[in-house]
């Protein structure tokens, strides 16, 4: 809304809001974006939480969070 001053689409995909927003992402976004994309649905359906479960070790999770860490300032700060 703030970019292009229509009405995003109903969907929690990271890489097409981005792309609707016409945000320029850094090029490893396109690749943690689909992930990050994924933690919402397997967090919202049963028969896919114990595989994400299984998945998100220690490791894994440091990870994920300082890379959506990193997505939340770059979004933050396109539009201040």
């Known amino acids: ?6 009405t995003p689409p109903r ?3 990271l890489e097409l809001l ?6 320029a992402t850094p090029p490893h ?3 943690w974006l ?3 994309t994924k933690f919402n649905m397997e967090a919202r359906y049963a028969d896919d939480k114990s595989s994400f479960y299984q998945k998100a070790t220690t ?3 440091a990870t994920w969070l300082d890379r959506v860490g990193e ?4 979004l933050n700060n396109q539009f201040n």
């Open 1 to 6: 809304v703030y970019s292009t001053e229509a």
């Open 11 to 13: 969907t929690h995909d």
């Open 18 to 23: 981005t792309t609707k927003a016409a945000l």
């Open 29 to 31: 976004f396109t690749e």
């Open 34 to 36: 689909p992930v990050i």
């Open 59 to 61: 490791e894994f999770t």
């Open 71 to 74: 997505v939340y300032q770059w």
